[in-house]
């Protein structure tokens, strides 16, 4: 009976630190993030910015999390891309750590995710083709079991940001359209991509 009490406790701890959270931003250097890299060029806040997307209006309730952050760009991105391509904007580099200060200057403070479920992640994995190319080491796309317990939903932003792009070219090569993920299926997907994996 101790013995499958000390496993249990054991496994506990490993599975506490592959399920990584979210890095805490900084809404004063959010504040900044969002001028240096031009958000504002297109989105509003308080009103002050561009009016051709969406107003990024402070978010103070609960459900504004850093998955509904992620979920909201993954689904944009593919619009926005081409928004700022017709309006001769150079994408920027986003870094995890500047995804992270932004959202906690629109929440107007960190928050953390709800934990999501490794299992469920990987069904949504399959179901929304991230396999197709992941999983195929002739695709060009990296594999991704080596970011186990690094993942948060700040680094799906800022990977979005820097390889999606390419990911658009690769799902539009197999006849695939963009995925689209809500906040909870964004926040399983992080889950799975922090398992441990072949």
Not at 33 to 56: N, Q
Request: charged share 20%.
């Amino acid at each position: 009976m101790k013995r499958t009490t000390v496993l249990a406790a054991v496994a506990y701890v490993a599975a506490l630190a592959l399920a990584r959270q979210d890095p805490a931003g900084d809404p004063a250097r959010g504040a900044q993030a969002f001028r240096d890299l031009k958000c504002g060029t297109c989105h509003s806040v308080g009103g002050e910015g561009g009016r051709s997307a969406p107003a990024l209006d402070r978010r103070a309730d609960s459900s504004y999390t850093p998955a509904a952050l992620a979920s909201a760009m993954w689904n944009h991105a593919a619009a926005m891309w081409l928004a700022m391509d017709g309006a001769g904007i150079r994408r920027p580099e986003l870094t995890e750590a500047q995804a992270a200060d932004i959202f906690a200057f629109l929440a107007g403070a960190a928050r953390l995710d709800k934990r999501g479920d490794a299992r469920r992640g990987r069904q949504i994995y399959e179901a929304k083709y991230c396999a197709l190319c992941h999983d195929d080491p002739y695709s060009g796309a990296p594999g991704l079991a080596s970011l186990a317990g690094r993942v948060s939903s700040f680094y799906m932003v800022a990977a979005l940001w820097q390889h999606g792009g390419g990911m658009l070219s690769r799902m539009a090569a197999k006849n695939r359209a963009w995925q689209s993920l809500d906040p909870e299926e964004m926040a399983h997907l992080v889950a799975y991509l922090n398992t441990s994996r072949p």
